[in-house]
C-alpha cells in the first residue's frame, strides 16, 4: 500500500469539528445548535489536539535532520498572524463598548474588566494565557485558548525531534503516557488544559508511529472500514453524550483509534468525508476556529442593542449565557443557519487575505534566497536590451 500523503479524511475531520465548535458557541433560543450533542461536544476540543500531533508527526517527525529554526518560523507564520489579527479586533471591539458605555450605553458588562481586563493582553500576545492559573484563557478571542496551548507543545515538538528517530518518538511516547497516568490519578502538575494538551498531542505523535508500523502490512477492505468507521463514531457520540468518570481522558484515547482508523481512508464514511463541503471546511478549519468568536459577538451585540431600543427580549439571559431570540422559532433556526454560513464566508477571506498571507511569508523568511528572483545570465541580458533599443 502506498503512504498517504495527504490526510484529506482527517483535514475533513477538523473542519467538521471545528462548525461544532461554532454551534457550541452559538446561543439561540430553541434552535438545533441547543441539541443535547452540541451543548456537550466541548470534549472534541481534544481531537484538535490529537489530530496535531499525529499531522505534525507526518510532517516533521520523520525528518532525520529537522532544523528547529525553519520549524518554528514555519509554525510561528502559521498560526501567529491569524491569532494576533483576532487579538486587534477584539480589543477594537472593547474599546467601541467602552466608548458606548462613557456615553451612557452599557453592554453586558464594564468594558475593560473580567475577561477583558487590560492585564490579559500581553499573555493572549504572547500566547501564554492558557499554560498558567494566574492568566484567563477565556479572555478575549476565548477560542485561541487551544492556540496558546498548542504554541508550545509545537515548540517541545520541535525540540524533542533533534533527538534521533528512535529517541524522539520514544520520548513522545514517555511525554503522553505520564500526562495521561498524572491525569487519570488526579496529581496534575500543570492546570488541566496544559495536561490535556500534553496528553493528546503527544499520543498524537505516538499514534502516527503506530500508522507506520501497520501501513504496510494492513489491506483495509472497505466493508471491514466502514463497520469500523461506523463504530468508532458511535463510540465517539456515546462518550459526548454521557458523564462517567474520567471522560476526557478516556475521549482522548478514543480519539487517537479514530485518527488511526480514518487515516487509512478505507471506508464509506471516509468517502464521503472527501466529498466537496467537507474538504473545504478542513481547508477553512483554523480561520473558522478563529474568526467565530468575533462574529457571534457582534451578532450578540446588535440584538443586546435592538432589545434596549425595542424593549423585547431579543438578547434574554438564561442560566447565566446570553441567548438571541428573533420570537419565531422557524427564524432562529434560520438564523442559526445564516450565522453559521457567514462564519465559513469570513473564515474563507481570513484564509485567503490573513492565513494564507502569513504562511507565504513565513516561507520566505525562513528561505530568503529562494524568494529572491534568479539573476539573468549577461548574455540573456544584453539581448533584452538590443530587443527593446530596437
Not at 461544532?20 to 445548535?33: K, N, Y
Not at 509554525?75 to 467601541?96: A, K, N, Q, S
Not at 478575549?140 to 504554541?151: A, G, L, V
Not at 520514544?170 to 500534553?198: D, K, T, W
Request: one cysteine or more; hydrophobic letters at 50%; a positive charge.
Amino acid at each position: 500500500m502506498e503512504p498517504v500523503q495527504r490526510f484529506t479524511t482527517l483535514d475533513s475531520f477538523r473542519g467538521v469539528c471545528a462548525v461544532l465548535v461554532v454551534f457550541f458557541h452559538l446561543h439561540v433560543v430553541d434552535t438545533f445548535v441547543e441539541l443535547p450533542f452540541f451543548r456537550r461536544d466541548e470534549v472534541l476540543l481534544n481531537f484538535f489536539f490529537v489530530l496535531s500531533g499525529f499531522v505534525l508527526a507526518h510532517s516533521y517527525g520523520m525528518k532525520p535532520n529537522l532544523s528547529f529554526k525553519s520549524f518554528f518560523i514555519s509554525r510561528f507564520f502559521r498560526i501567529y498572524p491569524l491569532h494576533l489579527v483576532m487579538l486587534g479586533v477584539f480589543l477594537v471591539f472593547e474599546t467601541l463598548r467602552w466608548l458606548a458605555y462613557k456615553k451612557g450605553f452599557y453592554l453586558n458588562n464594564v468594558p475593560f474588566t473580567g475577561l477583558f481586563d487590560p492585564r490579559e493582553i500581553l499573555p493572549n500576545l504572547f500566547l501564554v494565557q492558557a499554560w498558567t492559573p494566574f492568566t484567563e484563557p477565556m479572555s478575549f478571542n476565548y477560542p485561541s485558548w487551544t492556540i496558546s496551548i498548542e504554541f508550545y507543545l509545537y515548540m517541545l515538538f520541535g525540540m524533542l525531534c533533534l533527538l534521533s528517530l528512535r529517541n524522539r518518538f520514544l520520548m513522545f511516547a514517555c511525554v503522553s503516557v505520564l500526562a495521561f497516568v498524572l491525569i487519570f490519578s488526579g496529581n496534575e502538575p500543570l492546570v488541566e488544559r496544559a495536561m490535556q494538551g500534553l496528553s493528546c498531542f503527544f499520543a498524537g505523535n505516538v499514534t502516527y508511529l503506530g500508522y507506520l508500523l501497520i501501513r504496510d502490512r494492513f489491506i483495509p477492505r472497505p466493508w471491514l472500514m466502514t463497520v469500523l468507521e461506523c463504530a468508532v463514531m458511535y463510540a465517539t457520540w456515546w462518550i459526548v453524550m454521557n458523564d462517567f468518570d474520567h471522560r476526557l481522558p478516556i475521549g482522548s484515547l478514543t480519539f487517537c483509534g479514530l485518527v488511526l482508523l480514518f487515516a487509512f481512508e478505507g471506508g464509506l464514511v471516509s468517502a464521503f468525508l472527501k466529498t466537496g463541503v467537507f474538504v473545504l471546511l478542513g481547508k477553512l478549519s483554523y480561520s473558522i476556529y478563529m474568526t467565530h468568536a468575533a462574529l457571534i459577538f457582534c451578532f450578540s451585540a446588535i440584538f443586546i442593542v435592538a432589545q434596549k431600543v425595542t424593549g423585547q427580549p431579543l438578547a434574554p439571559m438564561i442560566d447565566g449565557q446570553r441567548f438571541m431570540d428573533t420570537g419565531s422559532v422557524f427564524f432562529n433556526n434560520l438564523f442559526a443557519v445564516g450565522v453559521t454560513l457567514l462564519a465559513v464566508g469570513l473564515a474563507a477571506l481570513a484564509h485567503k487575505y490573513i492565513e494564507m498571507k502569513g504562511y507565504e511569508l513565513g516561507k520566505r523568511v525562513a528561505n530568503p534566497a529562494a524568494s529572491r528572483p534568479a539573476a539573468e545570465p549577461a548574455d540573456t541580458r544584453l539581448r533584452t536590451r538590443a530587443t527593446v533599443s530596437d
